[in-house]
């Protein structure tokens, strides 16, 4: 078994984004092997954790990935202002004489974004609604090569390392069974310590609100990168409760078309063909069935990658130009419109003041009352006990895996308990603990040895 399939078999999917088969993906020849130990949100502190405490296994994971891919720059990439976690993989690199190198880059958001990574480490821009190897790159994060590291070992991705931090009482970086509730991980974090609080998995500013009623049965996947409670009166929550309905009426209404939410966009600003203001003003004079979705300023809204730069930092009105991109990607999905280049243009390039316009990572968790635990030192692992597991069977891009156990069957932990059907893009899901599956479905419940 190479080492290509041992990946595939170990299930191993992107840890950080939307879980692309990792074996599809290293399946190319690149000129760049990147690792993005950024960690684009403020308060995720995760790869922080596996960069000082496993630098040798990502170090060793990136020049064999990169080896794999005929890499000839294998580059681990992480914030200037991250010095523990620079010292160790730079200690590891010398001691162990990998073909690897250390890249720092400013702390500003979204300087993890794989496109804006792309951009800083090679210089070139990934084209609109293109992908890193289109310019000869490809990506992990550190977590995702974590688990290849642990995949050449034998072992199958059963575990995830998550954070849990905000108003919790013991903010820590957790390793637990993929399939463990929500609640449970709260718990392990010694509690909530506010009484009217909501919970977010994943960053603060592109990550998804959950209903405190779901906590007990939402399941940790393997791109759960971590829960952020806090308290409901912060503008990041109330933001959340305004009406799309309200969102469009101020767009049409109060856009002064200053640009501001255009200068300061990271995609505009690495050359796409994106400019949120001509968006906004488009939507001035939509009528009551919506904008015109021939236009080529509405469509330009499909390249957004929604990373909310334009209403937290750019806008002076409060309006909501991610919102808007969003409501118009629905549309032209409905419509199954899908989005093209502007013809004649081959090579996209980054904007001479691109970096003159990087929005500070604390200044956006400081509008978005996240301030509080922005500095937070956060250098513990908790490995709770955990007795029970829900584990979906998609927890990826591609199609779902398919069940391989009953009701009533006993099973170990990293046994294959959801094949990927033969030829179509997925994943293998593997048990990640050892006991009775009580439910074998669209997920594999699992009740473990007491």
Wanted: charged share 20%; with cysteine.
């Amino acid at each position: 078994m190479n080492e290509l399939e041992q990946i595939r078999a170990a299930g191993i999917v992107g840890c950080g984004g939307a879980g692309f088969p990792t074996h599809v993906k290293l399946n190319c020849q690149v000129e760049y092997l990147i690792v993005n130990g950024v960690e684009c949100e403020p308060l995720l502190r995760t790869d922080r954790w596996l960069m000082k405490h496993k630098a040798h296994a990502l170090v060793e994971a990136a020049d064999r990935a990169g080896e794999m891919t005929g890499a000839r720059e294998r580059v681990i990439v992480l914030k200037e202002s991250y010095h523990e976690e620079i010292a160790s993989l730079q200690a590891e690199v010398k001691k162990s004489g990998r073909n690897v190198t250390i890249f720092l880059v400013n702390n500003y958001y979204p300087a993890g974004d794989e496109q804006m990574l792309v951009c800083d480490v090679t210089g070139r821009t990934v084209p609109p609604a293109g992908i890193p190897l289109d310019v000869g790159a490809v990506v992990s994060n550190a977590a995702t090569m974590y688990a290849i590291y642990e995949s050449f070992q034998g072992t199958a991705f059963t575990h995830k390392y998550l954070i849990v931090t905000g108003a919790v009482k013991t903010p820590t970086v957790l390793r637990v069974p993929i399939g463990t509730t929500f609640g449970d991980c709260l718990k392990a974090a010694g509690g909530i310590t506010v009484d009217d609080y909501e919970v977010i998995a994943g960053g603060p500013l592109m990550g998804v609100q959950v209903p405190r009623e779901e906590l007990g049965n939402r399941p940790v996947t393997k791109t759960t990168s971590g829960l952020i409670v806090v308290a409901r009166d912060i503008p990041l929550i109330q933001n959340k409760k305004i009406p799309l309905s309200v969102v469009l009426k101020r767009a049409k209404s109060s856009c002064i078309q200053c640009r501001n939410c255009t200068d300061m966009c990271p995609r505009y600003l690495s050359g796409h063909p994106l400019e949120p203001h001509r968006i906004m003003r488009k939507m001035a004079f939509a009528g009551a069935d919506g904008p015109d979705l021939e236009a080529a300023d509405i469509r330009q809204a499909a390249i957004c990658s929604e990373c909310g730069v334009c209403e937290v930092f750019a806008c002076p009105m409060g309006l909501m130009p991610r919102e808007v991109n969003r409501y118009i990607k629905g549309l032209l999905a409905q419509k199954q419109i899908r989005y093209s280049r502007p013809e004649g243009t081959d090579v996209y390039t980054k904007r001479p003041e691109r970096e003159l316009r990087r929005p500070p990572s604390k200044r956006l968790a400081a509008r978005l009352g996240v301030e509080p635990y922005y500095d937070q030192v956060i250098d513990t692992l908790s490995e709770p006990s955990v007795h029970r597991v829900i584990i979906p069977l998609k927890q990826h891009i591609g199609v779902p895996a398919r069940p391989l156990v009953t009701v009533g069957e006993q099973v170990v932990c990293g046994q294959l308990i959801g094949q990927c059907p033969e030829g179509m893009l997925g994943a293998f899901v593997h048990a990640s603990i050892d006991g009775t599956v009580t439910y074998s479905g669209d997920v594999i419940a699992i009740e473990g040895r007491w």
